[in-house]
């Protein structure tokens, strides 16, 4: 198993542009969530799917945040449009079951924006 | 709204020594607690899942404890060796609202030095 695959490793990009994140879960997972990590707030939950349905919003911090999952093997994370705040590593992971039983989640290997 | 403390932030040891990680949780209201490891510029790696009916995990040098009532869980690793060290992570799933929501403390910086 190639394990849950993010795309870039690593963006830079300037104020005002538009940036898209891609994901693709490990096959037969349920569950996808979508992660922010900083230093100063640690991670945070953006938003997460069941069955490619989006089940809880409430962590996409503005407007200016969107997600997608258009299939069971692709999501995408979009900012638009990007501010210097927004600069963190962003984490994709996946479950069979959401971590509600003995299911672990699977993380990718995240990736780094940034945003001059 | 769970809140989740690590402590210590950082721990630096000599190799061979038994050591103890920390994590508390503000509301027992929980499904499962899981210890993830991080390392730099990497994901993050599940070591060890507790339901809420466990008291205890082990897999092989780490044994995980589990106290729901008092919000507290342990993480405790024999014989550290160099190749332990990382950032570890402890989340917990609450059973309130949105039910698949993991909460995740800031983590411990744990150095091995050989």
């Known amino acids: 198993d190639a394990g849950v695959i993010q795309s870039p490793r690593h963006e830079v990009t300037e104020m005002g542009q538009e940036v898209t994140l891609r994901c693709k879960p490990i096959?037969?997972?349920?569950?996808l969530f979508w992660y922010r990590q900083t230093m100063m707030r640690g991670l945070e939950l953006l938003i997460y799917?069941?069955?490619?349905?989006?089940?809880?919003d409430s962590g996409m911090p503005e407007d200016r945040f969107s997600a997608k999952m258009p299939n069971a093997s692709f999501s995408t994370l979009k900012i638009q449009p990007s501010e210097p705040r927004d600069s963190a590593v962003y984490f994709c992971?996946?479950?069979?079951?959401?971590?509600?039983?003995?299911?672990?989640?699977?993380f990718g290997n995240g990736t780094r924006l940034t945003v001059t | 709204k769970q809140e989740v403390t690590q402590i210590p932030a950082a721990l630096s040891v000599p190799e061979g020594e038994n050591l103890v990680l920390n994590c508390s949780f503000t509301?027992?209201?929980?499904?499962?607690l899981q210890w993830f490891r991080q390392d730099p510029g990497k994901g993050l790696t599940s070591l060890l899942l507790?339901?809420?009916?466990?008291r205890e995990q082990t897999s092989g040098r780490l044994n995980a404890s589990l106290d729901k009532s008092s919000g507290r869980s342990t993480l405790y690793i024999a014989a550290s060796q160099p190749g332990d060290s990382a950032t570890y992570l402890c989340?917990?799933?609450?059973?309130?609202?949105?039910?698949?929501?993991?909460?995740f403390g800031k983590g411990t910086l744990l150095t091995v030095n050989p």
């Open positions: 992971a996946s479950s069979r079951s959401g971590g509600r039983y003995n299911s672990p989640l699977h």
């Open positions: 096959s037969g997972h349920d569950y």
């Open positions: 799917f069941n069955n490619n349905v989006p089940i809880d």
């Open positions: 509301d027992s209201a929980i499904y499962n």
């Open positions: 507790i339901q809420s009916s466990q």
């Open positions: 989340a917990v799933t609450s059973s309130g609202g949105s039910n698949y929501k993991l909460t």
